[in-house]
């Protein structure tokens, strides 16, 4: 049962798999590497694995790499308790030191582990208050199930900021991360609140505040079937992962904050060694080389240092002068790019430190990096990349605010208002989200274009990159991205009667040279679409459409700039009926030259 229901997660793309049940009194525990599969032979289908309640986790790798060890379960010395969680334990460093320092003995990489051992140390007979004691410790956000083994019967669950669901089926109850893994058996679904303990029995449920009060939830009846249980109840996965960004942002955020300080313990070097980088080299392809083209102006403009930005398959055939003292920082999604390995490779012999910002844990690009900081966008299953672009952008802001800090730049007020600026920033993507239908209503009237041109300056011409990048590669209409300025060079003799163009301007010491490019465009009949900072009335009302953003740093625009251009390309090739997920001639993981 088990089993079956990891198998309906497949989706979320897994790296190893375990399960534990309590048999006779004790635990049993069979852990694997590498595919579902591996653990269907190993436990032979689930048939060595007898027991009346257990719980089973299909991994994606964040903390250490993808094997047996790191898989959940995992479990205290004694194997007497065991546990499974989603999501991320931020203080898990910390209280790992703590753990240890009692004479807890650690076997993975995994912040999970944590959470076992602590269960330990505070379980004295009664699970109900070890879990609440624990849930003081922890900090994060999480969905944890765990089993007790001298308490055969019961199956605890707590969720924050992560999803955890229960099923009230006819022979037992389910708790579960998605609708989907119980589905073949129940329909009758009860959503768990924040930070509630569930005590789940096959014949009953009973949940409780942290202050041990119970609290009733009513039962849902699901009305999905399958597939559409499996995109969370969104059409595509696509949209899916669009809706998903609050959450990525703030989890590759904050866990790097602490104390008002940008803290990447990746990096590796030290403040010595950071500030004695000359230059740095960002190199990588797609929509990552994206993030890197918006990547050099932050750095450019906050630490000083002069930035580099390349596409892999250029800097691996242009003999590029690196230097000992320069850092290479390439960026991919996957981890497993070919040109971008390649460009790590060449920046290693030439004796160059090489930081990876890669979202697959244990990936070929981390292996091969000096350093890594993981982006933490959880599986993308779409191939147009929206939510791991979106991490890769925070990663890069981190890393230039941190070097900005150590040269000396970047302190006091100034440091505290840019922090205060990235942590809003999840919530105001939440707010462009809310967007969605107005984007829509916008998508039609470009549904049938033959070319877009995207246009913006500084920051907002990466941003237009991405844009139109995003417009081209699932819509198939053509579309180019240019700085603004360059207009008047040659591109603007393509303008006529009824040309689409997307202008962005978010940069407000810009502001008044993207109008003058659009009432130029305009001039010769183009229609605007434009996404500007709100108030900026002289290019909202030089627009035929337009969405605002609300007030950031501006060197944090494309965050939110992003977002109605994402939707914007999503509606308009669902609209023409392409396959939004799987567009022709694309593949999620580009492993050739
Ligand atoms: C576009 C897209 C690609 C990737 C590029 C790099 O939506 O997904 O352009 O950004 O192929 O892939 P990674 O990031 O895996 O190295």
Not at 526 to 541: D, L, P, Q, Y
Request: net charge negative; with cysteine; charged share 25%.
């Amino acid at each position: 049962m088990i089993l079956e229901g990891l198998e309906r997660l497949e989706y979320r793309g897994y790296d190893s798999a375990g399960i534990a049940v309590i048999d006779d009194g004790a635990l049993r525990i069979t852990k694997a590497g590498g595919k579902l599969e591996v653990l269907n032979g190993l436990t032979r289908g689930g048939t060595t694995l007898p027991g009346f309640a257990g719980i089973g986790h299909t991994r994606w790798a964040t903390h250490g790499v993808p094997n047996e060890v790191n898989a959940h379960p995992h479990y205290n010395t004694a194997k007497t308790i065991a546990v499974v969680q989603n999501g991320i334990i931020e203080n898990y460093v910390a209280l790992r030191k703590r753990l240890i320092s009692k004479g807890y003995q650690f076997v993975s990489e995994t912040d999970t582990e944590t959470v076992a051992h602590l269960l330990d140390l505070y379980y004295k007979g009664n699970p109900l208050e070890a879990v609440i004691k624990v849930l003081q410790h922890i900090e994060g956000s999480y969905a944890l199930s765990i089993l007790f083994a001298d308490q055969p019967d019961v199956v605890y669950g707590v969720r924050k900021g992560c999803p955890l669901i229960l099923g009230i089926g006819e022979d037992g109850n389910f708790m579960a991360s998605d609708v989907t893994a119980i589905l073949k058996h129940t329909r009758r679904v009860i959503y768990p609140g924040e930070m509630e303990i569930v005590e789940l029995k096959a014949d009953g449920v009973r949940i409780v505040t942290m202050d041990e009060e119970e609290v009733t939830h009513g039962i849902t009846e699901v009305a999905w079937d399958i597939s559409a249980a499996e995109k969370g109840g969104y059409k595509h996965y696509m949209l899916k992962e669009i809706m998903e960004q609050p959450r990525v942002v703030r989890d590759t955020l904050s866990p790097r904050i602490r104390d008002g300080r940008i803290v990447i313990e990746e990096l590796g070097m030290s403040d010595e060694e950071l500030s004695r980088v000359r230059r740095v080299f960002m190199v990588a392809c797609g929509s990552a080389y994206h993030t890197g083209v918006t990547g050099r102006y932050i750095f450019e403009n906050l630490a000083r240092i002069p930035v580099e930005t390349d596409l892999a398959s250029e800097f691996i055939y242009r003999d590029p002068l690196l230097d000992r003292d320069d850092l290479v920082v390439v960026i991919s999604q996957s981890g497993e790019t070919k040109d971008t390995l390649d460009a790590v490779k060449i920046a290693r012999e030439a004796g160059c430190k090489v930081l990876a910002i890669v979202n697959v844990v244990g990936s070929t690009i981390a292996r091969e990096s000096d350093f890594v900081m993981y982006t933490q966008a959880g599986p993308e299953i779409s191939v147009a990349t929206t939510k791991a672009y979106s991490a890769q952008l925070i990663a890069l802001y981190l890393l230039a605010m941190k070097f900005a800090e150590v040269r000396g730049f970047l302190h006091g007020r100034k440091l505290r208002s840019m922090l205060d600026d990235l942590m809003k920033l999840p919530e105001q993507i939440e707010l462009m989200l809310g967007n969605r239908d107005k984007v829509q209503r916008i998508a039609n009237r470009f549904i049938a274009a033959r070319d877009v041109f995207f246009i913006g300056r500084g920051i907002d011409y990466a941003i237009s990159l991405e844009g139109s990048l995003k417009l081209k590669e699932i819509s198939y209409i053509h579309s180019e991205a240019y700085a603004a300025g360059e207009l008047k060079h040659g591109t603007i003799a393509l303008m006529e009667e009824g040309s689409l163009v997307a202008a962005v301007s978010t940069q407000p010491a810009l502001h008044a040279k993207l109008l003058s490019n659009i009432v130029e465009v305009k001039a010769r009949g183009a229609v605007i679409f434009s996404v500007t900072t709100m108030g900026n009335r002289e290019i909202e009302e030089a627009s035929d459409f337009c969405v605002t953003l609300p007030e950031t740093n501006p060197l944090f625009a494309n965050s939110l700039a992003i977002i109605p251009l994402q939707m914007l390309a999503y509606y308009i090739s669902d609209g023409r009926g392409c396959d939004v997920d799987k567009p022709r001639n694309l593949a999620k993981s580009v492993t050739v030259e």
